[in-house]
């Protein structure tokens, strides 16, 4: 049973325009989200987070949007730029305790010249 | 960039022999974490330490053990490696407290590991 779902595995978009990597989730416990950023043969990267008590959450060309009613994170990336070019995850904590991270499976994102 | 250090970063092996990964972090965070990650599946936690000596099962803990007897290092063995473990394996540092209750996860490069 996944509890947190990237149902697009590839995403491609033109560079300068926006990107929208979409997750969902079913654990009402999740108290804070996150994407991180993949490169081949690397580790995944922190990206940007935001707290249950928000909606929004920006860091420069990156902002996450959280609606709780629907159970539903996105990640918007603009303007997107060939070096965004990656998987991204999405990552759920349930407040139970240990910072204990559920991932979904990752979308690669392809931003073409 | 978080001071986290895995090694091997890459091992081949056999079925049946014993393996350990370790992982080094220089940041003295209070928890670590070992994922494996396989296509289709993202990365799934396999156990996860909050202190020296002080640890629990993930989600797919079964045919692992770990051991942390020091704030800096956590190992990862398996104790008689099977095929179905070939993957790629993380190591995840983060530091939690009252005042710091959402801090992100910082990971390692991984270590590659195929077994024959």
């Known amino acids: 049973d996944q509890q947190v779902k990237q149902n697009s595995p590839s995403l491609s978009v033109q560079e300068g325009r926006i990107s929208i990597l979409n997750c969902d989730y079913t654990n009402s416990m999740f108290d804070y989200f996150l994407w991180y950023k993949k490169y081949p043969a690397e580790g995944p990267t922190f990206l940007i987070s935001?707290?249950?008590?928000?909606d929004k959450n920006e860091d420069g060309r990156f902002t996450v949007f959280l609606n709780k009613s629907a159970k539903h994170l996105s990640l918007h990336i603009v303007p997107s730029q060939p070096g965004d070019s990656a998987v991204y995850f999405c990552?759920?904590?349930?407040?139970?305790?240990?910072?204990?991270?559920?991932f979904g499976t990752g979308t690669q994102l392809k931003v073409e010249l | 960039d978080a001071g986290i250090t895995q090694s091997p970063r890459h091992k081949v092996t056999e079925t049946g022999t014993p393996v350990t990964l370790r992982c080094h972090q220089t940041?003295?965070?209070?928890?670590m974490y070992w994922y494996r990650q396989d296509p289709g599946h993202g990365l799934r936690l396999i156990h996860y330490?909050?202190?020296?000596?002080?640890?629990d099962k993930g989600e797919v803990s079964d045919g692992y053990s770990v051991s942390r007897s020091k704030t800096e290092d956590f190992l990862l063995t398996l104790e008689s490696a099977t095929s179905s473990q070939t993957s790629v394996y993380f190591c995840?540092?983060?530091?939690?407290?009252?005042?710091?209750?959402?801090?992100?996860?910082?990971f390692g490069d991984g270590t590659r590991l195929s077994i024959l």
């Open positions: 940041e003295n965070h209070r928890y």
């Open positions: 330490s909050y202190g020296v000596k002080d640890t």
């Open positions: 995840a540092i983060s530091e939690l407290s009252l005042q710091l209750s959402n801090q992100p996860q910082h």
């Open positions: 935001i707290s249950s008590i928000k």
């Open positions: 990552a759920a904590r349930d407040r139970g305790g240990g910072n204990k991270l559920t």
